[in-house]
């Protein structure tokens, strides 16, 4: 006996499934970041374009642990391969034991700290904005899930802006526009992430010659008071006439790196019970892409099994 083919349901179903795997895939840079080549001069300011729905990942990492030294190189594709969905940052504690301790991440991990106490208790530890928790190497299956998750629930956003110049020292950061959301307790947050930061001799280094994405440089300003709370690894930061409207930073030359601009609660509002996520993120990176040539090839098959699903309906109703 023949099961009876139903055409029509067979161009919902394939919707359905097309809808799943779009919404699961990591897609390609939209205007919500910018990723510009090496050889970009700077000379003109470039801006990061409008945008506010990129989510933060920090990973708690170290330079001495071989299981991050093994997925650093994959994750540089992972980033890319999510394009402006996310901003992928790597924390680098100061333990003592870590090749770069940089001040920054460590700020960053006692903040995370804050909210979740027991981030830091291995190596490597991710979390999206500021949610569970997922330690491991096999934990990327969850902080996918975490993404799409918070992408699915998350509400309207701040709407960020800001530009990039070349100066003699190094670049200088302003934000253009500032179109925060209503939150009570907030700051605007710049941080600077350094490519391919070289490994010192001597350090202990289960992997290459380099890490990626490594946190480098913070510098938080209170929404409120329009006060410059904290100002790690750049060469100046002010806001002469208000966070939203004159925040700026500056930091020294280097090859390859991202600047991330983040609206989002103040550590103080976070004690007193106030939102743990941010409310909105845009981030401009000199460095160069990975291949992502798996998305394209998965995404075209999967349209190309529809269609052909398509076709075979139109077939058989005839």
């Not at 919902?12 to 205007?31: E, Q, R």
């Not at 995370?112 to 027991?118: G, R």
């Not at 330690?135 to 960020?160: C, H």
């Not at 409207?245 to 390859?256: I, Y």
Request: aromatic share 6%; charged share 20%.
């Amino acid at each position: 006996m023949h099961r009876r083919y139903n055409s029509r349901s067979g161009s919902p179903l394939c919707l359905f499934f097309l809808v799943f795997m779009v919404l699961s895939l990591p897609w390609a840079p939209t205007s919500q970041g910018r990723v510009v080549s090496l050889e970009t001069s700077f000379e003109e300011p470039v801006s990061s374009g409008l945008g506010g729905r990129t989510l933060l990942v920090e990973e708690v990492t170290a330079t001495w642990c071989p299981t991050c030294a093994n997925i650093d190189p994959e994750l540089f594709q992972v980033a890319d391969s999510h394009g402006s969905r996310i901003a992928l940052i790597a924390l680098h504690p100061s333990d003592g034991e870590d090749a770069f301790q940089p001040e920054a991440s460590q700020s960053r991990i006692e903040r995370l700290k804050t909210i979740q106490s027991d981030v830091a208790d291995s190596t490597p530890t991710f979390v999206v904005e500021a949610g569970i928790p997922r330690k491991g190497y096999d934990a990327w299956n969850d902080v996918q899930r975490d993404i799409l998750n918070t992408e699915l629930t998350r509400q309207s956003t701040s709407q960020l802006e800001f530009e990039v110049v070349k100066t003699e020292e190094g670049y200088r950061a302003s934000i253009t526009t500032a179109s925060l959301v209503e939150a009570e307790g907030s700051q605007l947050t710049f941080m600077l992430l350094q490519h391919e930061k070289a490994m010192p001799e001597g350090a202990i280094n289960p992997g290459g010659d380099v890490r990626d994405r490594v946190l480098v440089g913070l510098a938080e300003c209170n929404v409120d008071n329009s006060t410059i709370t904290t100002a790690i690894g750049f060469l100046s930061a002010d806001s002469a006439t208000g966070c939203e409207s004159s925040l700026t930073v500056e930091f020294e030359e280097m090859d390859s790196w991202s600047l991330i601009l983040v609206h989002e609660a103040t550590l103080e509002s976070i004690e007193a019970g106030g939102s743990t996520s941010t409310f909105g993120a845009v981030e401009l990176a000199k460095r160069p892409l990975a291949t992502v040539s798996e998305t394209s090839s998965a995404t075209s098959l999967l349209l190309g099994a529809c269609v052909a699903l398509s076709i075979l309906a139109s077939i058989r109703k005839k």
